[in-house]
């Protein structure tokens, strides 16, 4: 049995994940492609132009982002390995005692927590999702929810276990919970960790996109902020950044933004701001033309959360940082020995997952071609089955034993359909997956209310309004942003420079924005000029400014236990917008 098959059925025999996972991945999938489909008709296309377009010049645009963060006072390492990472960050911490880290699955590749730790530094990680499964101790199940595995009574479970003085399973509780954790770890750190989005070659400047908050605290809390990603996340200029952010959450989260886009320029004063770009294999995927465009993906999740395999067993079971059908790929072409060799057998070969890609990667192609690596280099397969397919190919590659073998097929699959159905979960044998259980946990599959998914704004065939401004505000008003007339006393008043009509986003610039102002008011006032309304994030190109940048799409907002919305993480979640022209 291979170790793919003997986690699978494991994490089956120990608790039936599909009966968490299916109802919600369904109902995820869905609403991603309704939000897709508020978007520009080419997004997908313009996505995948973007992302191709890096991979094929990869090299060209480091040498151009070096410069450009030479100039903002940014520093450039380059690891060629997980080990040498993990050492430029320890050289980078300098002495560091306690370091606030936030969602990197590039981190999570090479180690970088259980490195830190061993030396006795301090690392929280501060996702919530994160924060749980780090306490679970077997990371993460999925690229942006952690702890999709977990129900909320299992979570509750963990915290306790913590020390955590909880009576009750309330997911809104919880994040709460979770939350005040984070903003006290805060007040005294000397570092923050973060992942990256995307590079910007032409301008120096990094997109991060979030949702509770916790980057905004840990990009301008700490003293030092070091940025942890991999060789391919750089994209050309603003233009692709914002093509690839039109796809990247309706494909992760089904919302049209992440609540907080992050678009940093050069670091505030008093704060020194480093990129660690991680190589661990890239290249070589890079330099083989059948694989190389896996080097595209963004790390949206979307083919994870359409794949009927990992619905069934969840990401546990892959037993690598990356799950699902891109960790099916990705996995063995990073490490390409024997580990991770049986994953791209973990495929029905349906294609959901291509279909599902934004970014055009043909998923379903790799897996065959790495399964036929896999089996050519002996990697997977006992010495019979090996002898069974060299047997098989021998008779296919002459007409008559062709006709042969097949007209044998359909007498022998008669029998073996009767013959060879999964085991269940108890059986003693369990070479074959067994059948996923209906889902069957009641508060997964009651009634969705308020705080289980966004408001519908939009039924078939209602009309939207006629101007950007009136499409603004029914998009803001269904992520919880109110709007008035003027300013509330006591509210922070911040003038934006544009706002997207089909995301009811609004983007900040300055030099720097003042993000700890941000998230310690007690209520926010957005000032939009009605003019200033773009249709999509492609429009605010104009408006970005050259330095930092930041898109609000509602307030702060977590999904990470059983995807219960819970807003007002770290900020308020007294959102205001005045649609006023500035004065003259």
């Not at 020995?337 to 043909?362: K, M, N, Q, R």
């Not at 599959?445 to 998914?453: I, K, S």
């Not at 702060?556 to 917008?577: L, P």
């Amino acid at each position: 049995m291979t170790a793919f098959r003997d986690r699978a059925c494991r994490e089956i025999a120990a608790g039936h994940p599909s009966a968490t996972l299916q109802p919600i991945m369904r109902k995820l999938v869905e609403d991603s492609r309704a939000m897709l489909a508020r978007g520009p008709a080419d997004a997908r296309a313009r996505a995948t132009a973007a992302r191709a377009a890096a991979v094929e010049n990869l090299e060209a645009l480091h040498r151009q982002l070096r410069e450009q963060l030479a100039l903002r006072g940014i520093g450039y390492h380059r690891a060629a390995t997980a080990a040498e990472a993990v050492d430029i960050v320890r050289r980078l911490l300098d002495g560091a005692r306690r370091v606030a880290k936030s969602k990197s699955m590039v981190a999570e590749e090479i180690g970088l927590t259980r490195a830190l730790r061993a030396d006795g530094i301090d690392v929280l990680e501060t996702d919530i999702g994160e924060y749980i499964v780090d306490l679970e101790g077997r990371g993460p199940s999925h690229i942006t929810a952690p702890a999709i595995h977990l129900n909320r009574g299992r979570i509750r479970d963990i915290l306790r276990r913590a020390g955590a003085s909880l009576d009750t399973d309330d997911p809104v509780v919880l994040s709460q919970h979770i939350r005040d954790v984070v903003a006290r770890f805060f007040e005294d750190c000397d570092a923050a960790i973060t992942g990256a989005n995307m590079l910007i070659a032409r301008s120096g400047r990094i997109a991060i996109v979030e949702n509770e908050g916790n980057v905004a605290l840990g990009v301008s809390h700490p003293r030092r902020h070091i940025i942890v990603t991999g060789l391919e996340k750089i994209v050309a200029d603003e233009a692709a950044a914002l093509a690839v952010l039109q796809v990247l959450a309706p494909s992760a989260t089904a919302q049209p933004l992440t609540a907080f886009t992050h678009i940093l320029g050069s670091p505030p004063p008093g704060q020194e701001r480093h990129v660690v770009i991680v190589d661990n294999g890239r290249s070589r995927v890079l330099a083989d033309p059948r694989y190389r465009d896996v080097l595209r993906c963004i790390r949206c999740g979307a083919c994870m959360n359409a794949c009927p395999v990992y619905r069934t067993v969840s990401g546990i079971a892959y037993g690598s940082p990356y799950m699902g059908p891109i960790g099916a790929v990705l996995s063995p072409l990073l490490w390409p020995g024997p580990d991770h060799a049986d994953l791209p057998f973990a495929s029905s070969l349906c294609g959901a997952c291509t279909e599902a890609c934004p970014v055009g990667i043909p998923l379903h192609r790799m897996l065959l071609d790495l399964r036929a690596d896999a089996v050519a280099r002996g990697l997977v397969a006992g010495r019979a089955e090996r002898a069974a397919w060299k047997a098989w190919s021998a008779a296919f590659s002459l007409p008559v034993g062709a006709r042969a073998v097949a007209a044998l097929a359909r007498v022998g699959l008669r029998g073996a359909g009767r013959l060879l159905r999964p085991p269940a979960p108890n059986r003693a044998d369990p070479g074959i997956l067994p059948e996923p259980a209906e889902p069957h946990d009641p508060a997964l599959l009651q009634a969705a209310g308020p705080d289980r998914t966004e408001r519908t704004v939009i039924a078939p065939g209602e009309v939207l309004p006629p101007t950007p401004a009136e499409r603004f505000r029914l998009r803001a008003g269904a992520l919880g942003v109110a709007f008035a007339e003027a300013p509330a006393p006591g509210s922070l008043v911040l003038r934006a420079a544009a706002a997207v009509a089909g995301t009811g986003s609004v983007l900040l610039t300055g030099s720097p924005i003042d993000r700890r102002a941000l998230l310690a008011a007690p209520a926010v006032t957005l000032m939009v000029d009605p003019a200033a309304v773009v249709e999509h994030p492609a429009g605010l190109e104009p408006f970005l400014g050259t330095d930092d940048a930041l898109v609000l799409t509602g307030p702060s907002r977590t999904a990470d236990i059983e995807k219960v919305i819970v807003r007002g993480i770290h900020g308020s979640q007294d959102y205001a917008v005045v649609l006023q022209p500035p004065l003259a």
